[in-house]
């Protein structure tokens, strides 16, 4: 019955259900559900409304899910007022993130530098069971929040999805290098001031046999590869045996120079959008599809333009695009 209820109402978000409400109506339905936590799937759900400081600690050592969104002042909140809400989120995000290793998922939307600070403060250690980080930042363009050198400790066996919005993390292919099982890696609204060369990304990536999606997405055209310093394609290429869909928006220059370094034998969609400039080589991208053993024998492509730039979608007749 039990079991049941949670399939009917759980949420497909966060993917946790009201199993806390139960245990309140009598002592057996508590036993039944508390003893059972395994097959009903228990988590402690921490939000940007938990005092999780007061209540965390009244619960069984269940697994935790982060979900924290910051939330905007209304209009004519004084700044005393927003620094003061933010510190109190803030602690109670700490208080979360002290439960390192029960740590399943990590959401934090709206992410400030006081924000940051706590969370990287708080996550120079391994979480161990950590198998999703979502970050994405709420600041000034003009302020991007940076990772601290030693975040997780270097270390993220267990990470299946990476999700990085505006956030600059030099560390990333330090957390690649164990991180074997990812199968989503999203980064959007790649800073300028992160510089992270094709060659370093696709270098990055090698490790990464399981991975099935990838977003690479700059937040400007600004960053642009040094086309003096461009060395030839290399003779060995990266292999990513496992990726299906491929996003990318950016400069042609830093496209080019990415897909000359990888191959990606099952790839069935990718989307490609550079921001406008007076001429496009896209040499490699030709090359790519050539020896891409699926988009070969592609049915579909689309080319269209905006205020922005120029899009090219690959399709395969079966593709659903997610």
Partial sequence: MFHRYRVDTMDHVNETWGWHWLVHVCRRWRDVIFGSKRSLDLRLLCTERTPVRSTLDIWPPFPVI??????????????????GSEDCGGRDLAA??????????????????????????????????????CLESGGDPGSVPALPDGFLDGFAPRLQKIWLEG??????PTILLSA????????????????ISPEMLATALSPLTSLVSLSVEFQSP????????????????????ALAVLFFKGVSE?????????????????????????????????????????????????????????????????????
């Fill in 66 to 83: 982060i979900e924290y969104h910051s939330r905007h002042a209304p209009i004519g909140t004084s700044q005393s007022q927003i620094q």
């Fill in 167 to 172: 956030v600059k993390f030099p560390g990333l």
């Fill in 222 to 241: 600004q960053f642009r590869p040094d086309q003096q310093s461009r060395d030839p394609p290399p003779l060995t290429r990266v292999v990513l045996p």
């Fill in 254 to 322: 830093y496209f080019e120079d990415f897909v000359s370094r990888i191959d990606a034998p099952r790839l069935t969609y990718a989307f490609v959008k550079f921001f406008n400039q007076l001429i496009f080589d896209m040499t490699h991208l030709a090359t790519f599809v050539a020896r891409t053993e699926k988009l070969r024998s592609l049915n579909r492509a689309e080319v269209f333009f905006d205020g922005q730039g120029v899009g090219i979608g690959f399709y395969l007749p079966e593709t659903r695009v997610p």
């Fill in 180 to 195: 074997g099982d990812l199968v989503d890696l999203r980064l959007d609204k790649i800073p300028d001031s992160w510089h």
């Fill in 96 to 133: 979360a993130l002290e439960c390192a290793p029960r740590i399943h998922r990590i959401t934090v939307c709206g992410l400030t530098d006081s924000l940051l600070r706590t969370v990287g403060s708080a996550m120079l250690e391994p979480f161990p069971a950590l198998t999703h980080l």
